[in-house]
């Protein structure tokens, strides 16, 4: 079933309880990091609530983009070429490329459940949203040019990466990452300096298990991919050490973006399995 949402709907004012709701669905889209608190607050009064049932098409592959969707509520498949090849679990925002790029739909979208999204019409997210990418391709295009991993992209596949980055800042001892945790996102330092520590597997249970410093990364520097390329758990936790910047690539832009750098990053995982066998 294809489903649309009525034309109204596009001028709906939220009330001040969903309006909550909007704002707390948006607070981790890397989307709307770099955005200032004026921009956030017009992304957020253009947004309007829509309501789908199990089995609704959101987006189908192949079709003109309309609008950039945040998931309120319920769990929506990824269907590409009809095989389901992942899934949004009540949180995370798609539809951006198309828009971004005026290329067609790349996915199905398919509600498994009754569910709630946000939208954000095309005229808005473009006024908006790729206005601020402009200013933040000129800022971080350099950089990104400098990251050795990201060498092997074409300039185009480069300028992607930069238009779906996010900016979190670190204070000092700031825990980034968790050793254990489920990986949701990359990090690349921008500034500053990161602190990788991990504690032993073997003495998991044993009170003297303390953690131990087995990499540090500076500026141009990745870590967190690991669980994202293995599909594991975090294997270390990751601390900022003095003030750090990082620029942050969630899972869906990374598998989207960075397929062709996985196997760098299988070559570096392999130097920390060595590393570990040394220390453990």
């Given amino acids: 079933m294809r489903w649309a949402p009525p034309p109204s709907r596009f001028h709906r004012r939220v009330s ?3 309006r909550c709701r909007l704002q707390e669905a948006c607070r981790d889209i890397l989307l709307f990091k770099t955005l200032d608190q004026e921009q956030f607050s017009q992304v957020l009064d253009a947004m ?3 309501v789908v049932q199990t089995k609704d098409h959101v987006i189908d592959q192949g079709d003109d983009g309309d609008n950039f969707y945040v998931i309120d509520r319920g769990v929506y498949d990824i269907v590409v070429s009809a095989v389901c090849v992942g899934q949004y679990n009540n949180k995370g925002s798609f539809g951006e490329l198309a828009l971004m790029y005026n290329t067609p739909r790349a996915a199905t979208i398919v509600a498994t459940q009754e569910g709630a999204l946000w939208g954000l019409d095309r005229a808005t997210f473009r006024r908006l949203i790729l206005k601020n990418n402009a200013k ?3 800022m971080y295009e350099a950089f990104i040019e400098s990251v050795p991993l990201l060498k092997s992209l074409e300039l185009s596949e480069r300028m992607k990466i930069v238009d779906v980055l996010g900016m979190k800042q670190f204070t000092d001892s700031e825990r980034i990452i ?5 990986a949701d996102c990359f990090y690349i330092v921008e500034s ?5 520590m991990m504690k032993s597997k073997t003495k998991a249970d044993h009170a003297d298990n303390a953690e131990v410093e087995i990499a540090r990364c500076s500026r141009g ?3 967190g991919e690991l669980a994202l390329v293995t599909n594991k758990p975090r294997a270390a936790s990751a601390y900022a050490d003095g003030d750090v910047k990082c620029l942050v690539i969630d899972v869906q832009a990374f598998e989207r973006l960075l397929g062709s750098c996985k196997e760098i990053m299988k070559r570096n995982i392999a130097h920390y399995e060595e590393q570990l066998v040394a220390l453990f």
């Fill in 136 to 138: 933040k391709r000129r």
């Fill in 221 to 223: 520097q990745y870590f």
């Fill in 178 to 182: 968790m050793q254990g945790d489920k």
């Fill in 16 to 18: 001040d309880v969903q």
């Fill in 192 to 196: 500053g300096a990161v602190k990788i």
């Fill in 48 to 50: 309007f609530e829509l």
